[in-house]
């Protein structure tokens, strides 16, 4: 069936250091949305991206849709210690209403 | 305005026992989703709701998880003879209609511990 693949499953960087998160997909995606969820708290959207190849930046974070609109990555210059957490790729299920969600990539920033 | 809300917020309950997991969704939001998180783990899917339709149980575990909403908001999540397997932070989600492109929007999750 349809698989949405996240790596790292984790990772732990330095403060200030860059970190990269990339999300596969088995199938073909209309779009892809990125949730991030702080240790202990619920998942909250962070961007949605649709057209093939967009790139789209949220202060520090960059969020990249590939071309064949399968894969997408997230990317955060400099950490800090607020980017703590596990960031969540999520596609639609068969062009469908439901979102699967990729296993996430827990972030750790040492100070 | 105030978000998804859930209650309880955690809930210890024995093994055979039944519970009750409530979501109040965003005022407004036609769909209504419950996944479930097991520790260190992604979002799996049980059940959506999309207003009056037919609810789609594709994700339930087993027949021992139902679910119901009630006048298009308050939603139900009950699991019946509970199992240590079922342990879990039990996630709620709303979002304004039923479609993918629609950003979902989580309640902070009931944490189900099965002794």
């Known amino acids: 069936g349809q698989q949405v693949m996240q790596i790292p499953q984790y990772q732990h960087v330095q403060e200030g250091e860059d970190f990269t998160t990339y999300c596969n997909s088995s199938t073909t995606l209309s779009n892809i949305q990125w949730y991030k969820q702080r240790p202990g708290g619920h998942p909250v959207f962070l961007i949605q991206?649709?057209?093939?190849?967009e790139v789209k930046k949220q202060k520090r974070l960059t969020f990249q849709f590939g071309e064949a609109k399968k894969n997408s990555s997230l990317h955060i210059t400099a950490t800090q210690t607020t980017d703590v957490g596990t960031y969540f790729c999520?596609?639609?299920?068969?062009?469908?209403?439901?979102?699967?969600f990729g296993s996430g990539t827990r972030l750790l920033v040492r100070p | 305005g105030a978000g998804v809300s859930q209650s309880p917020s955690n809930k210890v309950t024995e093994k055979g026992k039944d519970v009750e997991l409530r979501c109040d969704p965003i005022s407004g939001h036609t769909a209504l989703y419950w996944y479930r998180q097991s520790l260190g783990q992604g979002l799996e899917f049980l059940i959506y709701f999309q207003g009056n339709s037919a609810p789609d149980k594709s994700g339930l575990p087993s027949d021992r998880f139902s679910a119901e909403r009630t006048g298009g908001s308050v939603s139900t999540l009950t699991i019946q003879r509970t199992q240590q397997e079922d342990s879990a932070v039990y996630l709620c989600a709303s979002s304004l209609a039923g479609v993918a492109y629609n950003e979902q929007f989580f309640g902070p999750g009931t944490r189900l511990t099965v002794l």
């Open positions: 999520a596609g639609p299920r068969d062009s469908s209403y439901k979102l699967i």
């Open positions: 991206l649709v057209k093939s190849g």
